[in-house]
């Protein structure tokens, strides 16, 4: 392809990446990130990926565009914003409501994203290359390579920051086989700045542009399958679905306007939905409710779990009925933070009553041992 039917080219994909409602459009080449199989090791070998093996399984694929395609000669990143409305940090302080994070309030991304990706990518398909389209869907580092790519920089909580956007940006990648000019880096900007290390409930970040997420709350909510360790319950305040605090604080948020895209924008019924309400949901309540919401990824007896978290950290007596009914629950990950919100909300003297009534029909260890918790720690030990 001849140099100005390459320039045509991008030029025509940046037009028509913005009238698909892209709000961010770069290029960078296959290998500009040569430093990423060092960090990614760096953080495997320490353990920060949790219980998330796939990060582990896919490493030697996950170092570059490259290894995973070999053909992959430039990599096109684009961006969506789904900038709120209004600071998503408010609803923290609203205890009998659940806090879902700003991502999941309405549509999944994925979905939205991926056949935009697709649309543009036949722009190339028809110019003669070929090209293979990404929305969080493979072992592939979006935000360093975005960062390559020129629309904005990996900010000290890790997440992708931009100069318009913010912190609040969706990214899809579109590799080809296609040499196309790449666009400059975009350098770090964060400068002394440390609000989204400090505002972190957890102190999920060892350091700077570090994270660990066995300590994070959007990792322990939505990608942990296990329970919710002692130590981050109370942390987690009536966030039941991620945590945007690192996100939230960031000072560029305040050059993001509200997401154009009218899918993007939450839900009446996701922005700030009652626990009452929430901790009743059955397996074909919970799955009616979050249709088409990244939320239903999590399956009712997780999203119970975190709903339970919430409820144990409300305060709110009225929720103690429906956590106590939560105790015969068929599955013991919630019937376990159930005893938990139970022992938050009642008086010493109740529990004795209910661990009577309810341990000597529990066969699950783990349960057994939150009940053995209840009657054991003081509620200080909890935060």
């Known amino acids: 392809m001849s140099a100005g039917a390459t320039a045509k080219l991008v030029d025509d ?5 913005e009238a698909l409602g892209f709000d961010a459009f770069g290029i960078t080449r296959a290998d500009a990130r040569p430093d990423l199989p060092e960090k990614l090791n760096t953080a495997l070998s320490a353990h920060w990926h949790g219980d998330m093996d796939w990060m582990a399984e896919t490493a ?3 170092q570059a565009p490259q290894a995973m395609w070999p053909a992959a000669r430039s990599v096109i990143m684009l961006g969506v914003s789904y900038a709120p409305a209004e600071n998503p940090m408010h609803l923290l302080d609203e205890k009998s409501k659940g806090n879902i ?65 913010g912190s609040w940006m969706f990214l899809g990648a579109i590799l080809t086989n296609a040499e ?7 350098p770090e900007s964060c400068g002394t700045c440390r609000k989204c290390l400090d505002i972190c409930p957890t102190d999920a ?12 709350l959007a990792y322990l909510s939505v990608e942990h399958k296990g329970q919710i360790p002692r130590a981050y319950r109370a942390p987690m305040g009536n966030r039941i679905f991620g945590c ?7 000072p560029w948020n305040k050059f993001a306007d509200e997401t154009r895209e009218a899918k993007l924008q939450a839900r009446a019924d996701l922005e700030a939905p009652d626990l009452a309400d929430l901790v009743t949901l059955d397996d074909a309540a919970f799955r009616k409710r979050f249709a088409g919401s990244p939320v239903k990824r999590l399956g009712s007896a997780r999203f119970a779990r975190n709903v339970l978290a919430a409820v144990g950290n409300s305060g709110d007596l009225s929720l103690l009925p429906h956590a106590e ?27 004795d009553a209910l661990r009577d009534r309810h341990l000597a029909a529990e066969h699950d ?11 054991t720690l003081p509620l200080e030990t909890e935060a």
């Open 205 to 216: 970040f060892p350091a700077p542009f570090r994270l660990d997420a066995r300590k994070c």
């Open 101 to 165: 994070s700003v991502y999941a309030r309405n549509r999944d991304y994925h979905d939205l994203i991926k056949g935009r990706l697709k649309e543009l990518a036949g722009l190339l398909a028809r110019a003669g290359a070929e090209v293979k389209v990404f929305v969080d869907t493979a072992p592939l580092m979006e935000k360093p390579l975005a960062e390559a790519a020129g629309i904005g920089w990996q900010g000290k909580h890790t997440v992708l920051v931009s100069r318009q956007h």
């Open 244 to 250: 945007d605090d690192c996100l939230a604080v960031c």
């Open 13 to 17: 994909l940046r037009t028509r990446a």
């Open 325 to 351: 009914t939560r105790l015969t629950d068929d599955s013991p990950l919630v019937r376990g933070m159930a005893v938990w919100a139970v022992r938050r909300l009642t008086a010493d003297e109740g529990i």
């Open 60 to 62: 030697e694929r996950r």
């Open 365 to 375: 260890s783990h349960v057994t041992g939150e009940w053995s918790g209840a009657l």
């Open 180 to 186: 196309l000019p790449p666009d400059a880096p975009h």
